[in-house]
């Protein structure tokens, strides 16, 4: 194991569950996270293109709220689409369109995101009146579920129709999963079909578990980031 | 399974809804305590076609819905900024509700 995932300030909420599945941890926002596990690196690509999860909790998000919310991050250079539709920005990040008051944005797939390291920066409570920073590192946990298996599979956890022909690449469903509310979001990785899952981080144990079971019949596995980055690395 | 249309988000699952309650009309902030404890406290409980406060909690959002509860059918939904054009001042205890107010529906 490369790194003690308990050494870092900030801990990440599936540690335990990622290093009994022998997971090598880098460090990234200050949370270990779990690059790869003991298979190697083909056959956990192999793995996220047929049905697979891995945690991307410790990528950067953050967001925005309140009546004038989504004018003042336009006026800062954020381009946001219609209500439950994902825009992607020129750094890498994406930005969601939660509602007429909201917007939720997802860095990219290294941890970073340029455009929520501006807008924290630039943002105020005296120069952005009636927008709020909506802090989520700690509150949501992150997960991606990739593969050709993978709407089939949330059908059985999911009410809203999450198939790609019902589904576009970038939509937002905001729903309940396995009884927690989440935020699904399309979310394809090069040419394989992904969803990108935000829920309450005190629930992550929880949906991980929930998911991993309900993916077994499809010979679903985790896998870690270096298999998601590797899938959206191929040309679409 | 009962279906519930969410101005936000469409059709979902009901269970994604907490009911909120009858929408009911402030009364002027000067009014009697006795009515005060009316709207804070008493529902109609009206079989026919009522207009309650309903809310999905995946997104925190505040809609009313037009249910009929003798046929139990959901017959419209609507964003709440519908009804509720503007914040309550509650810094001006003389002056009336207006705000708070339900315009008729359509």
């Known amino acids: 194991m490369s790194l003690d995932p308990a050494s870092l300030p900030r801990r990440a909420f599936l540690y335990r569950e990622l290093q009994a599945l022998g997971a090598t941890f880098a460090p990234v926002n200050g949370m270990a996270a779990a690059i790869s596990l003991r ?198 | 399974m009962k279906i519930l249309t969410c101005p936000l988000n469409g059709p979902r699952n009901i269970s994604e809804f907490v009911w909120g309650g009858e929408v009911k009309i402030h009364p002027p902030l000067d009014c009697t305590d006795e009515e005060w404890a009316a709207y804070a406290a008493l529902e109609n409980n009206t079989a026919g076609v009522v207009r309650e406060w309903w809310y999905h909690v995946p997104t925190a959002y505040w809609i009313i819905a037009e249910r009929d509860t003798v046929k139990d059918v959901i017959l419209r939904t609507y964003p709440a900024r519908e009804l509720f054009k503007d914040r309550v001042d509650y810094d001006a205890p003389a002056a009336p509700a207006a705000g708070d107010t339900p315009r008729e529906t359509p």
């Not at chain 1, 336009?74 to 381009?79: E, K, N, P, S, W």
């Not at chain 1, 129709?161 to 937002?172: C, E, M």
């Open chain 1, 39 to 236: 298979d190697g690196a083909e056959a956990e690509q192999a793995q996220a293109r047929s049905m697979a999860i891995a945690d991307l909790t410790p990528l950067r998000r953050g967001g925005y709220k309140g009546w004038t919310a989504l004018d003042w991050l336009r006026g800062q250079g954020v381009a946001i689409g219609e209500n439950n539709t994902t825009v992607d920005q020129p750094d890498g990040s994406r930005v969601a369109r939660l509602a007429d008051s909201e917007a939720l944005i997802l860095g990219d797939l290294e941890g970073g995101s340029a455009l929520l390291d501006r807008v924290e920066g630039t943002w105020s409570l005296e120069s952005a009146e009636g927008a709020y920073p909506v802090p989520r590192p700690e509150t949501n946990a992150w997960c991606a579920i990739t593969g050709q298996h993978a709407a089939t599979m949330l059908a059985k956890m999911c009410g809203v129709d999450l198939r790609p022909k019902a589904f576009a690449n970038g939509a937002v469903a905001q729903t309940s999963v396995a009884r927690m509310s989440a935020i699904v979001i399309r979310r394809d990785l090069g040419r394989t079909l992904a969803y990108d899952m935000i829920a309450d981080s005190a629930a992550a144990a929880y949906l991980w578990r929930c998911l991993i079971d309900a993916m077994g019949e499809f010979d679903g596995a985790p896998v870690g980031l270096a298999a998601v980055r590797a899938l959206a690395a191929e040309a679409a």
